[in-house]
């Protein structure tokens, strides 16, 4: 599961503010408020993690799950 602090780092290497990833993940921008500041796992349901996620994926970032909880940008050649 994706964490809050994992959801501002890839907003921020993305360049999105929270209006735009509401809108590319369907997701509330009141949820997406909600959501961001809350270190480790928010409290939302998986549904609501799973379309940020997958909305962060589109976009070619994705979350490696570690001890580090990194977030990393792939970029296709």
């Known amino acids: 599961m994706i964490r809050g602090e994992q959801i501002r780092a890839a907003r921020a290497i993305l ?17 997406i ?3 961001e500041p809350q270190d480790g796992t928010p409290g939302a349901t998986a ?18 799950c ?3 909880d990194s977030v990393v940008r792939r970029t296709y050649v």
């Not at 809108?23 to 921008?29: C, D, K, R």
């Not at 549904?47 to 490696?64: D, P």
């Open 15 to 31: 360049g999105w503010s929270q209006s735009m990833l509401s809108e590319s993940s369907g997701v509330s921008l009141t949820a």
């Open 33 to 35: 408020r909600r959501i």
């Open 47 to 64: 549904r609501t993690l799973e379309r940020i996620e997958k909305a962060f994926n589109s976009a070619g970032v994705f979350f490696e």
């Open 66 to 68: 570690s001890e580090s």
